[in-house]
């Protein structure tokens, strides 16, 4: 059976779906966005399983992968396919799921914090807080640190951190920063 292959609410490909016996086989062709790496979900009334990331091949995206019927079975009958970016490339905002290298270099416990984004800029991070002129600002102790700005039609405090978890002056580079504590990684 062939389903589309979704994207956003956007259909970028198609799927087979094959019956081999006491297993499915799952083949996925889509167009390369290049905005990242993707990941794979069959689509259940019940649920969706993961299915793998998606392998670059020339200017499409392809992924293979043969499932038991007994662990789809539960779910229901495949109804399509969801693609979901698992890593951006050049900068592209993401939701902030562990906000723990941000809450180290920020110097503020951020776990509450709800809305957050980030992206990466080669050695760069940035931390996206949103914001409201109407309440308290976003981690003031970083005010001079910070710049205004709309993603997705919404207002952030944005705050750039160089890869020690330094804080960056608005528009500096990575030698325009400002005092603050080393860090790893953020996830």
Known sequence: MEYPV????????????????ERLAVSLDCREDNRGLFRGYLICPEGEIPLGVLEPRGRRLWLQRRLLREEVRPLG????IRLRMSFAFGGEW??????SW???????????????L?????SRRFLALPYDPGRPFPLVRLFCFARIQAVGGRRYAVYG????????FPGGGE?????????????
Do not use: I
């Open 6 to 21: 979704l994207l956003e609410g956007e259909q970028v490909g198609t799927a087979a779906v094959v019956e081999e016996g």
């Open 77 to 80: 009958r495949p109804q399509g």
């Open 94 to 99: 993401q939701d902030l799921r562990e906000p």
């Open 102 to 116: 941000f809450s180290q270099a920020a110097g503020e416990d951020l776990s509450q914090t709800k809305g957050l």
């Open 118 to 122: 980030w992206r990466q800029e080669g």
């Open 161 to 168: 951190f160089d890869s020690a978890g330094r804080p960056l």
């Open 175 to 187: 030698g325009a920063t400002g005092p603050g504590p080393s860090a790893g990684t953020p996830g």
